[in-house]
């Protein structure tokens, strides 16, 4: 018997990751000049019931105001002249034919092709593929197995949907799939479109999300290519809360009452979300790293999830103890904007390359449900 492989058996860690970036992006300027000519517009049309007290005057948007409040300067997005048209202010996408990949998944294997690349993992010793992600473009046939289809995988797959914190929740997954011996390589994939639900005519949020794909591929160590990262501990929390919510869904489609009804896309209160998620995410952090034995103000970075430059200052200050660094605390905000689940996978793959054998790390996810995810992590010696 090989007794490094059965050492190494149900030893679960990050073999690699993968990026798709849309070619198109909106910068601030972009976003905030269309908004305001879509605000003009609008008051021109209702100038009478606004000078009655019938109908609300539309304030402006600013630019400002946008990277003071959030720390993004632009997006990327899959389609963005009709998002920018003052006339349309969403995306329009072409309905693709069932025989073709749907767009989802096309972004999804994108991303999955690279981690794949990335770990010299032939798609032949992959058991599963999870989508994990916060809107799927339909409910079934999972987004998981067209994307399995697509990459030629043997195996299964499902969608899964914790909202910003669906990356971690499935890395979880698949770990536990790989300590419980009934994996050997799954796939993690978060392709996020989150253009298509978010209210590009809501000024409080109009800036806030992106388009973007990652990919995780989470294996044994017995299969793991010499560069991995372990994964140390992983951990889940959600708390409902009304202050993030997507009411869209089937059952309110044909409801004559919900058409327009700004709660069928994104809505928040922002402010408590700040309030309210920073603490409960920093304390589990402090908690699960004292669990595992790791002293969370030795952590060499944190790979947060990319919602806010302010939330994030907050959270990395308390677990550190001291005001983060760019370095201890990567922000791909600026760029990419919120990217929901992808946001801290982003953040990873773009910035771990650099840490040595031995370095601590942590991926951490919060948003909607409430949820919440850590996944430490160890680069392999
Ligand atoms: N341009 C200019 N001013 C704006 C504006 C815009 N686009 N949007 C809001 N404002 C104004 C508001 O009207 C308000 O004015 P007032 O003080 O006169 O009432 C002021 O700016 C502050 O608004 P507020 O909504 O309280 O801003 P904020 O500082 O809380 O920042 C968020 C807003 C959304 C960026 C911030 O609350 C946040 O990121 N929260 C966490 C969100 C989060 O993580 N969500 C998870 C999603 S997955």
């Not at 632009?74 to 920018?84: D, E, T, Y």
């Not at 010793?125 to 409910?139: F, T, W, Y």
């Not at 000024?203 to 995780?216: K, L, Y």
Request: net charge negative; charged share 25%.
């Amino acid at each position: 018997m090989n007794t490094i492989a059965s050492e190494n058996t149900g030893r679960p860690v990050i073999s690699s990751t993968g990026l798709f970036t849309p070619e198109e992006s909106i910068s601030n300027e972009e976003l905030v000049e269309a908004f305001n000519a879509f605000v003009d517009r609008h008051n021109a049309e209702h100038a009478d019931a606004i000078a009655a007290g019938e109908a609300e005057e539309l304030q402006h948007s600013s630019v400002e105001f946008i990277e003071k409040a959030s720390g993004i300067k632009s997006r990327h997005v899959m389609n963005k002249a009709p998002i920018i048209d003052p006339a349309i202010m969403e995306p329009r996408h072409r309905e693709r034919s069932n025989d073709e990949l749907s767009l989802m998944a096309e972004i999804g294997v994108a991303a999955s092709r690279q981690a794949l690349e990335r770990a010299g993992r032939d798609v032949a010793d992959v058991d599963a593929v999870l989508c994990a992600a916060s809107n799927m473009e339909r409910p079934y046939p999972a987004m998981a197995v067209e994307i399995q289809q697509a990459l030629g995988i043997d195996g299964f797959g499902f969608d899964m949907n914790v909202a910003c914190s669906s990356a971690t929740f499935g890395i979880q997954t698949a770990a536990d799939y790989v300590r419980a011996g009934n994996a050997k390589s799954v796939l993690v994939v978060s392709p996020e479109i989150t253009s298509g639900h978010l209210n590009w005519r809501d000024r409080d949020s109009h800036f806030i999300f992106g388009d973007v794909a990652t990919a995780v591929l989470v294996e044994d160590a017995s299969i793991a290519p010499a560069e991995h990262w372990d994964i140390l501990g992983t951990k889940l929390k959600t708390v409902f809360s009304n202050n993030i919510r997507n009411n869209f869904g089937f059952l309110n489609r044909a409801c004559p009452e919900s058409q327009g009804s700004p709660d069928k896309l994104f809505v928040q209160e922002g402010r408590k979300v700040f309030k309210e998620v920073v603490p409960m995410v920093a304390h589990m952090i402090v908690e699960e790293a004292e669990r595992l034995g790791i002293d969370p103000k030795a952590l060499r970075r944190m790979w947060l999830h990319q919602a806010n430059a302010g939330m994030n200052r907050l959270i990395a200050h308390k677990v550190l103890g001291h005001e983060a660094e760019e370095d201890e605390s990567p922000t791909v905000l600026d760029t990419y904007g919120n990217t929901s689940s992808a946001g801290s996978i982003i953040a990873f793959h773009q910035h771990s390359g650099d840490l040595a054998p031995g370095d601590t790390g942590l991926i951490c996810s919060f948003g909607a449900g409430y949820s919440a995810g850590t996944v430490f992590v160890r680069k392999a010696a």
